[in-house]
């Protein structure tokens, strides 16, 4: 059976919650599969998405430290996958070529090829497992 964290208060000791020093502080990505969803989005970011429940929900957390800004892949009735909507930007820093490479192993697919945004940095728009526009950023190419 796999490992599921609780999510509970106590993860503030852990360093798991919402940025207040952001004006984005969380983003929920929806998804139809969760288990799909985790595998694919932790290859992309080359970290693990845990799974976490509480009352009445599971969820992937993703990968965050202390106040970063950062989210999770959810499942609900009220927010389904599109690819049309807010483009939310995952950090894939450093890596953002693998990242590409994990996203079409993973069954995803490159809507937009790696190219600068000016002094911004990189990026490249994906369509997720799940239906998702997706928007990979880093820093450097």
Not at 49 to 55: G, H, L, R
Not at 59 to 80: I, M, R, W, Y
Not at 122 to 136: P, Y
């Amino acid at each position: 059976m796999e490992k599921v964290e609780v999510a509970n208060r106590n993860n503030l000791e852990k360093g798991i919650f919402m940025s207040k020093a952001n004006t984005v502080c969380w983003t929920d990505i929806p998804v139809n599969n969760l288990d799909q969803a985790i595998q694919f989005y932790s290859a992309v970011l080359g970290a693990p998405v845990t799974k976490q429940a509480m009352p009445g929900m599971e969820f992937g957390l993703l990968p965050h430290a202390n106040e970063t800004v950062s989210g999770c892949l959810c499942k609900t009735e009220d927010n389904q996958p599109s690819e049309h909507g807010p483009l939310v930007y995952l950090s894939v820093e450093g890596r953002l070529d693998d990242a590409i490479r994990a996203v079409l192993k993973g069954g995803g697919k490159v809507l937009k090829e790696k190219h600068p945004i000016g002094p911004y940095g990189f990026r490249a728009v994906i369509r997720d497992t799940e239906g998702n526009r997706i928007a990979l950023h880093s820093q450097t190419a």
